[in-house]
Structures are given as C-alpha cells and as structure tokens.
C-alpha cells in the first residue's frame, strides 16, 4: 500500500486546523509535489499556483471556510485551494469535460465563492458580499486574495476605493508576486512589518492610544503628534502603505508569502483591526519548482510537460504563432503598425515583435478598455495600431470600441485570438460572445479565417482595405487539412456548387473543413449538398443572402453563440426576403463549460462540429419540410 501523506488526510480545512507548523510545512511540499505531476499530466496554471501554496495553507488555517469567504481573484490561483478543500481524488480530472474547473466554480463546490476567470474583480466582489454580510447580521470575514498582476486593472482600484469607506469585514490579501508593484525598501520595512503584524502590538497600541486620550488637556495633542510621526516614518519606508491607507485600508507588511508563521500571525492581526485590512505579501511565482521559478511567464499556462526537463512535446504551428510571424513580416515594410497586448504578450505571440520594434510594441497591462482607447489614440496620430487579445477578454473594453474608436471612425484592428471553442478553461474563456457584440456596433468589419493562409490574407485586408474597426478572429490551437482543390482568396466568400439546389450548409472559420469533408461523403451516397464559406463574415455580402434564397434546405454551422450570431442574421434576413424553405442553425445556445479534447480535438486543432454531426444535421434537414427554424443546441 502506498504510504499515507498528510495531503491525502485533508478531506476539509477542519483536518487542516488539526496540523502543527512543521506538519503544515511538509504539507505545503507535498501540494507542490503533487501539483508538479498532476499538471505535468493535464495542463493547467502551474507557477502561478506553485507561488501560493503557504498563502492558501494559511488562509484556511486562520479563517473559518466556508462561513468566511474567501474571493480568488485571477481564479486560475486557486489550485491549493481546491486540494485543501476536499477535491484532491478528483483533481486527476482538472480541466476535463464533468471534471473540475481550471477556476473557483460556485456549482463545484462551497468553499468557491465566486466566479473568477477574468482578472481585478475580487475586491469588488468581496466588498459586495462584506456588505451583505453586514446587512444581514451575519458574522464572518470575507477575503480578496488579489495579485498575479490585477493590481493593474482598473476595476481593482474601483473596489479599493469603495471598499475602503466601508466598516465591514473585509481582508485584502495582495499576492506581491512581482507581477505588479514596487518592492519595499529592505531590512527595516520588514522588520517594521513584522512588528506591526503581530496580534499584541496591535493591543498596545490601542490600549495606549485609549490611554493617552484620557489624559487631560495634553493627551488628545499628544496622541495626534504621534499619529503624524508615525505616519510619516510609514511613508518613509513602504513605498505602497501611503496610497492604501489614503483609501481608508489599514495597511500590514509586506509579509513573507512562504513563512508560515509571519502569514498566520499577520491574518489573525487582520482579524482584530475593526476596518478593511490590506495585507500585503511577498511571494514567489513558481516557487519549489527549478523551471517554473526561472520562467514564471512560460509556466504560467501549459500543457503536458516531463517533469525531469521541463519540457513540452514540441508544438505544431498555431493559428497564434502564425499571427505573431505575419505581422512581424508586415510591419517591417510598414513602419506605422504597431501591436498591443494586455498583458499577454507570450500568449497572443508578440514576443518575437516586441524583440524586433520594441518602440512599437505597448504591453498595457490587465487593462483591455484602456488598450483600445490607446489604439484610437495611436490611429488618430496615423499609425496603424493592432490589439491582439483572447476573444474572452475583448468584452472588456465594448465600450471604448463603440464610443472612443467606432463614433469617430479611427481604424484599429483587433486581432482576437481564441474566438470559438475553447476546450479547457470553462465558461469564462469560451471566445463565442465577440461575434454578436462586434455585430452592434457601427463600423465594424469582421473576417474568420480558415486556415494559416487565410490569416495572413485577412490580416492585409484588415490592416489596408477596411476603414474602421476590423476584426480578425482565429481560434486556439492549429489548422485542419485544407480539403482538396479549395484555394485560399480575398473574395469574402466562397461558393462550392453541388448541381441541384437542395441543401446548402453555410459556415465559416475553421471548422469550414469537417463541414466540407461531410458534404463530400453525403454527395458519394447521392445526396446534393453544396457549400458556402463565409470569410468576411460581416458585414454580410448581400450576394450569400440571394444565394440562400434559392435552396429547398439551409443549414448555418456556427462555432459561437446563436443569439446574436451570423446565423441568425441570416435568419433574418431569409425572412425578410419571403423565403419559403426550411432553415436551422446550429450554435452554442448557452455559456459552455470546459470540453473534452477528446471529442474536440482533431489532429492540430480544437473544434467544435466534427464531420459526423455535421452528416447527421444535413441528413436531418434533407429528409425534414419544416420551414425557417431558429434550431439551437448547448453543444455544437
């Protein structure tokens, strides 16, 4: 039998409550150790989470979970988390289709508070529920851990500026993983931090504070001369005490994030402050794990890794690194394009520009509204400016697309990686919302390449054939086979004939080559199917509307919401035009969760709508009379 370790005897933070500091010790080596393997297997957030073990050890030592709340920002923190509260035995399944959440999921489980995919929400969050704990007379604390460079959003600031006012119980826990903020300035800020953490000084301090007040007529000056000092000693030394406190925080540390007893003993300092405790901690991102703490960026989000080297299974090219290389090629003929990124700079494929044109390459930080508002500005001076951002965190900034960018008819363009089917992370990262947004806003113009060749043709067009916003969007992972015959062109569709007008099955993106493969196999088996390939997929060319028109059975394949989607635009306008035959789209009808790559992966790419579903949607609209039905379905 395999020996017990003290990980696989934590059912709960109660069993965690029981160990003393050099078992928690051990324990928080083996949350390394076993997080190291599980996630060398399944792919996940690894240095971020190796950087929080003793912070999540801590938190659930000194806090009551689940009475007190704790609120994870940047969610993809919370692996630790999950281990100490009972769902080590699944955590083989992390990231898997009815496995568990790369992030807090409150359906998972009830010490997950709060939903946390995209960065800078957990201070607001946490003060909303502080409130609400207030109002309702309930006791407890609620905790924000924050950090992993959040702190760079603006919303974070919001809730810092609400929260401070408040008199509620609330503990902001700032992860210092020098992803963000200014260090300290040595040996006496730490001294000093350690001193004010501890739970006496704290009492001292009151009861003399209690006791130079009572002294008549010098004691309130007294008291109010030393308040002066030592705010300005604090101010002297911590460099980032002053500006939370001018929030209304009480400020404590920094703290070491990796000893056990200053964090314990600065949480139950935290406790004992009657107003909004900032708790400031230092921590290493990737700590206890050689590769990962050289190389934080690189572990941050990864696949299947070896453990012994570090190393991944090379990669096959992806629709991202064929980005990154076709913009590097264009903008050194053209020395007006510019490229963005929110902190993403290793996910979107901007290393090798930034290397190239560093004067030409911005990293924001966490702050996708400002970056579009940024890109206006760079266009209103001539330049050419291309934001790359995941699908998921463009919705961020819709408002500076619509009232900083489309009202004054600046170009931009939006590069938006991981549109579609984003099989690991869940219902925060799924890029299938950015396509019914764009579609409001005036000005937009909207192309889904299929393949790697596509790209780099859509992304010319984008950047020198559209005025406004142009949007090009790709999805994560590589191409599919580019089926026979097909020639990739800057026409914005293409128009496959079968001979009779039967059925005709309208898609684009990449799934456009299962959904050709299926047509092929139907017309072997004489059943005529013909396809039309959107590439600009808005606006819509009024030519595909005219040739829908003149089939018995439409179908529309779309790897993205339906409400709001190019299928139901369609729709739309098929009724408009008095069409009479039967019409059904296939999309994604709610938030989707995390897929099987299983059933998702095919050879160098994800998606959604394999050949068999797409032969079965089409034998289905062949054999069935109905007319124009909006037909969805949660999975595609």
Same mark, same amino acid.
């Given at each position: 039998m395999p020996e017990e370790t003290i990980l696989s005897r934590i059912k709960s933070p109660a069993d965690l409550k029981q160990l003393t500091y050099p078992e928690m010790t051990a324990l928080c080596g083996e949350i390394r150790d076993f997080l190291i393997q599980?996630?060398?297997?399944?792919?996940?957030?690894?240095?971020?989470?190796?950087?929080? +073990?003793?912070?999540?050890?801590?938190?659930? $030592?000194?806090?009551? &979970?689940?009475?007190?709340?704790?609120?994870?920002?940047?969610?993809?923190?919370?692996?630790?988390?999950?281990?100490?509260?009972?769902?080590?035995?699944?955590?083989?399944t992390l990231r898997q289709e009815n496995g568990l959440g790369g992030f807090p999921r409150p359906s998972e489980s009830e010490y997950d508070t709060f939903i946390a995919g995209h960065s800078s929400t957990s201070i607001s969050a946490a003060n909303g529920m502080a409130k609400a704990k207030t109002l309702a007379g309930e006791d407890g604390y609620v905790v924000a851990i924050i950090g992993d460079g959040a702190l760079t959003g603006g919303l974070a600031y919001e809730g810092l500026s609400n929260a401070g006012r408040s008199k509620d119980k609330l503990v902001v826990v700032l992860n210092d993983n020098r992803m963000s903020i200014s260090r300290n300035v040595g040996f006496v800020a730490r001294y000093l931090a350690n001193l004010r953490a501890k739970p006496r000084y704290v009492r001292f301090k009151n009861a003399f504070g209690n006791f130079l007040s009572h002294i008549p007529l010098l004691g309130k000056g007294l008291y109010n001369c030393l308040i002066r000092v030592k705010t300005k000693l604090k101010q002297a030394v911590y460099k980032n005490s002053s500006m939370f406190e001018q929030m209304g925080f009480h400020y404590l540390g920094p703290i070491d994030g990796h000893d056990?007893?200053?964090?314990?003993?600065?949480?139950?300092?935290?406790?004992?402050?009657?107003?909004?405790?900032?708790?400031?901690?230092?921590?290493?991102?990737?700590?206890?794990?050689?590769?990962?703490? #050289?190389?934080?960026?690189?572990?941050?989000?990864? %696949? $299947?890794?070896?453990?012994?080297?570090?190393?991944?299974? #090379?990669?096959a090219p992806s629709?991202?690194?064929?980005?990154?290389?076709? =913009?590097?090629?264009?903008? $050194?003929?053209?020395?007006?394009?510019?490229?963005?990124?929110?902190?993403?700079?290793?996910?979107?494929?901007?290393?090798?520009?930034?290397l190239l044109y560093p004067e030409r390459f911005f990293d924001v930080g966490i702050a996708e509204g400002h970056a579009v508002t940024f890109s206006s500005g760079l266009a209103c001076g001539g330049i050419l400016p291309v934001f790359a951002v995941y699908s998921t965190f463009l919705q961020r900034s819709y408002d500076q697309i619509l009232n900083d960018t489309s009202i004054i008819g600046n170009h931009i363009v939006l590069a938006i990686d991981r549109a579609g089917i984003v099989p690991d992370d869940g219902e925060t990262h799924?890029?299938?919302?950015d396509v019914p947004f764009l579609t409001t806003i005036p000005h937009v113009t909207i192309y889904a390449?299929?393949?790697?060749?596509? =790209? #780099?043709?859509?992304?010319?067009?984008?950047l020198y054939d559209v005025k406004g916003i142009a949007a090009?969007?790709?999805?994560? %992972? %590589?191409?599919?086979?580019?089926?026979?015959?097909?020639?990739?062109?800057?026409?914005?569709?293409?128009?496959?004939?079968?001979?009779?007008?039967? +059925?005709?099955?309208?898609?684009?993106?990449?799934?456009f080559a299962n959904v050709l493969s299926a047509a092929k196999e139907l017309l072997r088996q004489g059943l005529p199917v013909s396809v039309l390939k959107l590439t600009r997929i808005h606006p819509l060319d009024e030519e595909c509307v005219q040739i829908a028109r003149r089939y018995s059975h439409v179908l529309f394949f779309e790897e993205g919401s339906r409400r709001g989607g190019i299928g139901e635009y369609l729709g739309s306008r098929l009724m408009a035009e008095r069409f009479s035959g039967s019409y059904r789209v296939r999309a994604i009808e709610d938030f989707l969760t995390t897929c099987s790559t299983a059933s998702t992966n095919f050879s160098?790419?994800? &998606?959604?709508?394999?050949?068999?579903?797409?032969e079965s949607a089409m034998r289905d609209a062949f054999r069935s009379g109905r007319k124009i039905t909006m037909r969805p379905s949660s999975v595609v």
């Open positions: 599980t996630v060398s297997q399944t792919g996940g957030h690894l240095s971020s989470n190796l950087g929080v +073990v003793e912070l999540t050890v801590a938190l659930h $030592k000194v806090f009551d &979970t689940p009475l007190d709340r704790l609120v994870w920002d940047v969610g993809h923190q919370c692996y630790p988390h999950k281990l100490l509260t009972g769902r080590m035995e699944q955590f083989h056990l007893k200053d964090l314990t003993r600065a949480m139950e300092t935290a406790k004992k402050i009657n107003r909004p405790v900032l708790l400031h901690v230092e921590t290493i991102k990737g700590k206890g794990y050689t590769f990962a703490a #050289e190389s934080p960026d690189r572990y941050h989000g990864v %696949g $299947k890794f070896d453990v012994e080297t570090g190393q991944a299974p #090379e990669s629709f991202s690194t064929t980005f990154g290389e076709c =913009l590097c090629r264009l903008a $050194k003929d053209d020395p007006e394009i510019c490229a963005i990124t929110a902190a993403m700079k290793t996910g979107t494929c901007l290393q090798d520009f930034s799924q890029g299938i919302f390449p299929f393949n790697f060749a596509e =790209l #780099e043709i859509n992304l010319k067009q984008a090009v969007r790709y999805p994560k %992972g %590589g191409e599919l086979p580019c089926p026979a015959g097909y020639v990739p062109n800057f026409k914005p569709y293409t128009y496959l004939r079968s001979g009779k007008k039967a +059925v005709l099955l309208i898609t684009y993106g990449r799934i160098s790419g994800y &998606t959604g709508i394999s050949r068999r579903r797409a």
